[in-house]
């Protein structure tokens, strides 16, 4: 029996990973006969040309005009963007029962929001932690996790070509005027192509925020890098003015052995490029879908010890995890180089380690979705 007036609910206006994984929530929704609509921001155009599994999509202003969207109640509510406050007490005095994704982990921020709420979906075990230890009994008792969603469109032909690395927000007066001038100036440099250098090839395939943390990551193994100039890095991905500025500053003495390529769309095409995937620091990080879509395309992640990391990841079968470099000085780190460079260490292939990429096949996150969704029936609209 599917849920009567399904909503989700993403007022995002960039393009990232919380709006990948409303897509593929949405393709399992609909996948198990469940109808929903899609409550998006009318800025946010690049909806209607991804797969939403959504019968209906609402583009809105604001989240004060939710409440008149005419949509019938009782409902479910599924925020990906959670909302606090009188307008939430508006919406349930309205016949509303209110769910949200849980993107970010409860490390430094303000859990308060998520009391609001009536049942929270965490999207990995780390998160859910948090969420059990501050208390909250309305969380879902099993993380969802995600699957590994690279076919966002035609895959593309041809050269990969170096793009701009910034994605400006224009709410910031200084973004707004740098994306006036910058695509002159890029526009204005050669072009550059992407070809393979000799050596160890590590890459970044990511969205460059702070949750991250790429400049304290490449702050503390910078004088490993900087040990073995055989290995080089390749950075796929765009961000804001500051997290760019940051992470080149924190490079800047290796020099031309990092190269930019702005943000590619996709990603099919990179991953292959790259012997190993780098993530960032992970106590900021819920999940790491870029993690999971290295793996499905071959590609080994190195990355810290730590959850989430250490779900997505299976040490020395789909790659490495070493101790926090910010703990060790970068000890571990540099005998993992050293052992890969050498080759005293193979290169995984991620794709024989079937049981745990079993967790993120689109089969175990449509099955943890049904549950899912059993569990808003059993709490009633």
Partial sequence: MAVQNLLQVNLQTGFGGGEVYTCFFGQALKSLGQRFGLIVHRDASWWRSHDTGASEI????????????????????IYHTPDRGARLAHLKSLGCRLAAFVHMPLYQRDAAPLRDYDMLFAVSGYVLDGLVREGFTTAFAEPLYGVAHIERGAPERGEIVARSRYAWDTRKLRDRALSWVHPAWQASRPRRVFTRRPGLTLGVVSRL?????????????????AEFPAVNLEI????????????????????PRVRWWGHQDDVRRVYPLLDFLL?????????????????????????PAAPPFSETVS?????YLYPDPR??????FRALLADLVCGRLPRPDPRMALEHLARFSEEAFRARVARALQALQESGA
């Fill in 209 to 225: 925020t702070p949750i991250k943390q790429f400049p304290a990551l490449f702050n503390a193994l910078l004088p490993v890098l």
């Fill in 327 to 332: 703990q060790d000085d970068g000890a571990g």
């Fill in 279 to 303: 993530t960032g620091l992970p106590e900021k990080e819920a999940l790491g879908l870029n993690v999971l879509e290295a793996q499905m395309c071959g590609t080994p992640v190195l990355a």
């Fill in 236 to 255: 796929f991905g765009s961000g804001g003015y500051a997290s760019v500025r940051d992470t080149r500053a924190a490079l800047a003495p290796l020099g």
């Fill in 58 to 77: 609402h583009p809105v202003g604001s989240s004060d005009e939710i409440a008149r969207l005419p949509f019938e109640r009782p409902a479910w509510l």
């Fill in 315 to 319: 040490h020395a079968r789909s790659g």
